[in-house]
């Protein structure tokens, strides 16, 4: 008889997530993971790798999107149930809002601070001299991309 929280791939399985839930959730031997749903905030579950690591997930269709979109939320050994259901319904705030899709939209057309050095490189710099440009970009990948990242 399979384990009571076993569940088959295709099934939207829902119940109330907590820890005992989550740590009772058990991975097919021939699947990679399991996702579980919650019952109390919609599209809010966890998905559970064979490895035992549980990742809150949050998956829901965006007002005047065609297709579901999922985000990782954080680690089940990172963050309470009551955080995690906190931040799901601050998520579907935002998905339902109908300006969800400019907004993401408008995100990703900011760029990296990596990006934009490349982009002055290109444009402001491409008729400086070789040693110029190189000083140059060494010393925004030194004082400003090193310690802000590169996605930043």
């Given amino acids: 008889m399979p384990h009571p929280l076993y569940f088959e791939t295709g099934c939207r399985c829902a119940k109330k997530l907590t820890n005992t839930v989550i740590a009772k959730l058990a991975v097919p031997e021939d699947k990679q993971s399991a996702n579980l749903f919650d019952t109390d905030v919609g599209g809010l579950g966890v998905r559970k790798m064979a490895s035992g690591v549980a990742t809150f997930i949050f998956e829901m269709r965006p007002k005047g999107a065609g297709a579901m979109k999922q985000?990782?939320?954080?680690?089940?050994?990172?963050?309470?149930?009551?955080?995690?259901?906190?931040?799901?319904?601050?998520?579907?705030?935002?998905?339902?809002?109908?300006?969800f899709l400019q907004t993401e939209a408008a995100r990703g057309q900011t760029?990296?601070?990596?990006?934009?050095?490349?982009?002055?490189?290109?444009?402001?710099?491409?008729?400086?001299?070789?040693?110029?440009?190189?000083?140059?970009?060494?010393t925004l990948r030194h004082y400003a991309e090193r310690p802000l990242g590169a996605d930043l």
């Fill in 71 to 99: 985000v990782k939320i954080g680690r089940s050994s990172d963050m309470s149930i009551d955080q995690v259901r906190a931040r799901a319904r601050e998520l579907a705030l935002d998905y339902t809002s109908p300006d």
């Fill in 111 to 138: 760029p990296t601070f990596s990006e934009a050095a490349h982009l002055y490189d290109q444009l402001a710099l491409s008729n400086k001299s070789a040693t110029y440009r190189e000083k140059t970009m060494g």
